[in-house]
């Protein structure tokens, strides 16, 4: 993978289509693999890596698709999901159950609660006062990391974002993140764990025009 070729045309990003779905997801099961929180909820055996990317395509092939933005590379290599404010409304339960064999099959019936866990900590502390943009997933092929390829996906994003004088909110889980989402304008507004046991996740929250 050219890193720098990557880098390049993340600074004018193309939308995803459901042509992209597979890459996307491949994209962002390699650069979540060393998460901390995939790892505390993925299952511990040796059908880890194939579990974490048939996640992935649930989600990008899923609500990914339907209804976010997906922002990627022309070439990709790096992809940053987009949802909307209005997304955040629960699920029907129809469509959770549907859901729920890959769920299942990611976790392992010992992880499942720990998933369940995170979801609802994120739902607690997700503020829903305004109307904002939700940067559920950015990820970069572990061959493009460090090369400001994320960078230039979130530049991308902020510009959009002020011309539509939107807000935007995310979670991290590292704090080399934090350091990377601060240098773009987003400040922290909360740290949390879903349980005890569980990673610390940061809150981030990024006003339109910030720098």
């Known amino acids: 993978m050219d890193a720098e070729a990557v880098r390049h045309a993340a600074e004018t990003p193309v939308q995803a289509t459901a042509a992209d779905v597979d890459e996307v997801a491949r994209t962002l099961s390699d650069a979540f693999e060393v998460d901390p929180h995939m790892d505390w909820f993925m299952r511990p055996d040796a ?16 609500e990914g698709m339907k209804s976010g933005r997906i922002d990627r590379p022309a070439g990709g290599g790096a992809a940053a999901i987009w949802m909307p404010f209005e997304w955040l409304a629960p699920a029907p339960l129809s469509a959770e159950l549907k859901l729920l064999p890959t769920i299942l099959a990611t976790t392992g019936w010992s992880r499942f609660g720990r998933l369940m866990a995170i979801r609802a900590d994120m739902d607690k502390h997700h503020p829903l006062q305004r109307r904002h943009a939700y ?15 994320g960078s ?60």
């Open 47 to 62: 059908r880890r890596d194939a579990a974490r990317l048939a996640f992935f395509r649930m989600l990008v092939g899923g």
């Open 135 to 149: 940067l559920w997933f950015l990820g970069v092929a572990p061959a493009a990391q460090g090369r400001g390829v």
């Open 152 to 211: 230039a996906l979130l530049r991308a994003a902020n510009a959009r974002l002020d011309a539509e004088a939107l807000p935007a909110y995310l979670e991290t889980g590292t704090t080399r993140n934090v350091a990377l989402y601060r240098r773009h304008g987003y400040e922290v507004i909360s740290e949390h764990r879903a349980r005890a046991d569980a990673p610390l996740m940061w809150s981030m929250w990024r006003e339109p025009g910030a720098r």
